[in-house]
């Protein structure tokens, strides 16, 4: 599309492993096509105070393994109100951007909705690290923070074994579960937490580790999805419970860092790319999603309502590979 000659890119919210990587993407797909690229930095607020570096591909050589995002990130509450975004709409008038692509989770996106509805086109990249975006099977970063805490949980688990103990490992997600799960399954823990399902502490945890201590096991790895509440307090009711001495980790921003893995770096490349050219052939105000294997394009207020639902058949196979562990 002739018209599109100079767009902006920008990263908002939590940071994850790959945006980087989308960053780059973006740049150098638009260069393919002789559109000028203009990179926003801390997110929605660079956008109103004009806080802007422009972008080329030789400036973007070298982020596929970067961690963290060059273009920082942050959260605006000036955003949020309508005075904010008009000035970033008069920043997207003096600066003469076409299009924007914004790199983030649904807070980014509803602030993408709010931009695009004063007629500044956006395209929206799904990157968090809780895989919590309705529209999308997959976020970048999810992949990359899950090896990050199977790594820790692995190593804590070498400690634990050592001096027999139980370990209470906290995850991040924010209120969904999907990290927790997805990594309880992969170290093979003595249960899970996650928000999704309502917790009898009884059943799901202190039954959970007796039948282990029944069978043979003398250490104990509990995973708790940041949604569910405190790791420290699960543990303090473990220990009042069975009389014995969690160990409680929060992991925490840990997470966040690293270098993107393969998935996340080809992944991100893919939603890049395909983010330029929908702006490129008049197709903004829309997220880049996967679904079933391909890239496809949801309109944002479409995508904003939809909603993603724990995977309960992950959720009933780590229930049986716990039964059979323990089953005396």
Known sequence: MAGIKRIGVLTSGGDAPGMNAAVRSVVRTAMYLGIE???????????ITGDIVMLNGASVSH?????????????SEEFMTEAGRKKAVGTCKLLGLDGIVAIGGDGTFKGALE????????????????????????????????NTAIECIDKLRDTMQAHERCSVVEVMGRNAGFLALYVGIAVGATAVLVPEQKLDFEKDVVEMIRRARLAGNTHFMIVVAEGVGSAVDIGNRIREALGIEPRVTVLGHIQRGGSPNARDRETATRMGYCAVNALYEGRG?????TQEGGIVEIPIEEALKMKKHLQMDRYRIMEVMQYGAHKV
């Not at 982020?63 to 959260?75: D, E, F, M, V």
């Not at 004063?118 to 970063?141: E, H, M, S």
């Not at 105000?285 to 999603?289: E, P, Q, R």
Request: glycine share 14%.
């Open 115 to 146: 931009l695009s509805r004063l007629g500044v086109p956006v395209v929206g990249v799904p990157a968090t690290i809780d895989n919590d975006v309705g529209c999308t099977n997959y976020t970048i970063g999810f992949d990359s923070a899950c």
């Open 285 to 289: 105000n829309s997220i880049i999603a």
């Open 63 to 75: 982020l596929l393994s970067k961690g963290g995002t060059i273009l920082y990130t942050a959260r």
């Open 37 to 47: 690229c203009v990179g926003i930095r801390r997110g929605w607020q660079g956008l």
